[in-house]
Nanobody, 114 residues
Framework: QVQLVESGGGLVQPGGSLRLSCAAS????????MSWYRRAPGNQRELVAG???????TYADSVKGRFTISRDNAKNTVYLQMNNLKPEDTAVYYC????????WGQGTQVTVSS
C-alpha cells in the first residue's frame, strides 16, 4: 500500500519560513520523481517544485529563490524549505510521487498571515 504523508504546515507570518516533509512508503522512493503542488482557495492545483530521481530540480517562477526542494533517499522523504513566505503562498500543499503512475498525499495547510 502506497502512502505519502505530508507534515510541517501551519500558520506563519509574512517573511517567515516553514519546512514541509513528505514521508513515502510502499514505493521504490529512489526511483520516483517527487514534487510539491499547491491549491489555493478558488484556484487550480499548481506545480510548486519538483525533483527527479537523479536530483535535478525545477521550480515555479513564483517561488524561485525562496523555496528549495530536496530529497533524502535513505529516509524516503522529500522536503520543501519555504523562506520569505508571502500571503499568496497560502494554500494546501500536496506531495506527489511519479514513476509508472502517480500517487498523492493528503495535503498540509500552509497559511501566511499577520
Amino acid at each position: 500500500q502506497v502512502q505519502l504523508v505530508e507534515s510541517g504546515g501551519g500558520l506563519v507570518q509574512p517573511g517567515g519560513s516553514l519546512r514541509l516533509s513528505c514521508a513515502a512508503s510502499g514505493i521504490i522512493f529512489s526511483a520516483n520523481a517527487m514534487s510539491w503542488y499547491r491549491r489555493a482557495p478558488g484556484n487550480q492545483r499548481e506545480l510548486v517544485a519538483g525533483i527527479s530521481s537523479g536530483g535535478d530540480t525545477t521550480y515555479a517562477d513564483s517561488v524561485k529563490g525562496r523555496f528549495t526542494i530536496s530529497r533524502d533517499n535513505a529516509k524516503n522523504t522529500v522536503y520543501l524549505q519555504m523562506n520569505n513566505l508571502k500571503p499568496e503562498d497560502t494554500a494546501v500543499y500536496y506531495c506527489k510521487s511519479l514513476r509508472l503512475r502517480a500517487y498523492w498525499g493528503q495535503g498540509t495547510q500552509v497559511t501566511v498571515s499577520s
